[in-house]
């Protein structure tokens, strides 16, 4: 098996197993995928994106963890990505799946930055950033599918991505194992925002050891 971290502490090189995942889920895409760990091990924790332990886990908690989310959209679809941080996920799918429209929503100027220094440098014409907070961009932008991890206690991530997500369109937020506990808590203030029923569903099971929880909620039509 690949050692995960070189002895220098350089760029994580991903296991053999994470490897085969990747090869899976980005196809010809790979040195992309290699291009964003890169970033996210350097200058991502360089400016305090993420913390220096995480980086032997870029490869299968990080980054594929969030690129497997793409397999519950349609080809050609709008994505808004709320609280974007490192690009996780939304860097992470695009690099995917080129064929979907990411809008990248982040209030912090210094993450912003970084986001928008990764997109030039691996030319992913695919993505947008936007400065600002979700509620700053209720009216402004729609996706047919609204993403988050790790923003929010689903009661209050609701309110931020339900509004953005179009009628019939989709919420995919990636939880852990708090996710059940957190549907019962948003069940109301879902219905009221015109969420419908709120479900669990996991992604990556045929390639990732540990599969990725998605909480989905789909958007009543008008």
């Not at 010809?28 to 995480?54: M, W």
Request: hydrophobic share 45%; proline share 6%; charged share 25%.
């Amino acid at each position: 098996m690949t050692d995960p971290v070189p002895p220098d502490g350089g760029i994580p090189e991903p296991t053999d197993r994470e490897l085969t995942a990747a090869s899976a889920v980005f196809g010809d895409r790979l040195d992309l995928a290699r291009g964003f760990v890169a970033h996210l091990a350097t200058s991502g924790i360089e400016r305090g994106l993420l913390g220096p332990r995480e980086v032997p886990r870029l490869w299968g908690r990080h980054v594929l963890n969030c690129a497997v989310v793409a397999e519950l959209m349609d080809v050609d679809a709008s994505v808004v990505d709320v609280g974007s941080g490192a690009g996780l996920p939304g860097l992470a799918i695009a690099i995917a799946r080129p064929d979907l429209r990411l809008e990248l929503v982040e209030p912090l100027e210094r993450r912003v930055t970084w986001l928008n220094e990764v997109i030039d440098d691996l030319a992913l014409g695919n993505v947008t950033v936007h400065r600002a907070r979700a509620e700053e961009m209720l009216g402004t932008l729609h996706g047919d599918y609204v993403t988050a991890r790790a923003v929010s206690a689903l009661s209050t991530l609701a309110g931020w991505t339900i509004p953005l997500t179009r009628p019939e369109g989709q919420v995919l937020a990636i939880k852990g194992r708090s996710a059940g506990e957190e549907i019962e808590k948003a069940r109301r203030v879902i219905r009221k925002l015109g969420g419908g029923n709120a479900e669990i569903v996991t992604v990556g099971a045929e390639v990732l050891e540990e599969p990725t929880t998605v909480v989905r909620i789909r958007v009543r039509p008008v």
